[in-house]
C-alpha cells in the first residue's frame, strides 16, 4: 500500500520502523491500546469522542436491525479486528457487515496455544466526525 492509498482515517502517530504482522499482533496482545498496521506501518488509534461514537452506534444498530432475520449477513461493532490480506492491512472499523462464512484468522501466541479471533476477512465502515 502506498502512501497516497493510506486512508484519510488513519491516526497521524506512526511507530517509527517497519514492523512484521507477527510483530504487530504482539504489540496488540501486550499493550491495552488499538492499533492500524498498513503493510508493515503501526498507527496509534485515538480514543473517540463522543459525537463519533453516537453516530458510529447509530449505524451498527441501523445495520443490526436492517439484517437481523438475514441470516447471510453478521454485524459488528468496532470491537473487531479485520484483516485485508490483499493490501496487508488491520484494523477496526466503526461497523462492520459480512455477508456468508466468517473466515476467522488463527494468531497464536508462545505463552497460550489458544487460537485468538483476532480478525475477520471482510470489509468494513469508518464514520468520520
Same mark, same amino acid.
Do not use: W
Given at each position: 500500500?502506498?502512501?497516497? @492509498?493510506?486512508? #484519510?482515517?488513519?491516526?497521524? /502517530?506512526?511507530? /517509527? =520502523?517497519?514492523?512484521?504482522?507477527?510483530?504487530?499482533?504482539?504489540?496488540?496482545?501486550?499493550? %491495552?491500546?488499538?492499533?492500524?498496521?498498513?503493510?508493515? +506501518?503501526?498507527?496509534?488509534? @485515538?480514543? @473517540?469522542? *463522543? *459525537?463519533?461514537? $453516537?453516530?458510529?452506534? %447509530?449505524?451498527?444498530? /441501523?445495520?443490526?436491525?436492517? +439484517?437481523? %432475520?438475514?441470516?447471510?449477513?453478521?454485524?459488528?461493532?468496532?470491537?473487531?479486528?479485520?484483516?485485508? *490480506?490483499?493490501?496487508?492491512?488491520?484494523?477496526?472499523?466503526? #461497523?462492520?457487515?459480512?455477508?456468508?462464512?466468517?473466515?476467522? =484468522?488463527? /494468531?497464536?501466541?508462545?505463552?497460550?496455544?489458544?487460537?485468538?479471533?483476532?480478525? $475477520?476477512?471482510?470489509?468494513?465502515?469508518? =464514520? $468520520?466526525?
Amino acid at each position: 500500500m502506498t502512501a497516497a @492509498a493510506i486512508p #484519510a482515517t488513519a491516526p497521524a /502517530q506512526v511507530l /517509527q =520502523c517497519r514492523y512484521s504482522v507477527e510483530g504487530y499482533l504482539e504489540i496488540e496482545r501486550k499493550t %491495552n491500546q488499538r492499533h492500524i498496521f498498513i503493510n508493515g +506501518l503501526i498507527y496509534l488509534m @485515538a480514543g @473517540a469522542k *463522543p *459525537p463519533h461514537l $453516537r453516530i458510529s452506534g %447509530n449505524v451498527f444498530g /441501523q445495520l443490526y436491525n436492517a +439484517l437481523e %432475520n438475514r441470516v447471510d449477513y453478521e454485524v459488528f461493532n468496532s470491537e473487531t479486528k479485520i484483516y485485508l *490480506p490483499r493490501f496487508n492491512y488491520y484494523y477496526y472499523p466503526d #461497523a462492520l457487515v459480512m455477508a456468508g462464512k466468517t473466515r476467522v =484468522c488463527q /494468531q497464536r501466541n508462545r505463552r497460550n496455544p489458544e487460537s485468538y479471533p483476532h480478525c $475477520r476477512s471482510a470489509v468494513g465502515l469508518r =464514520c $468520520r466526525v
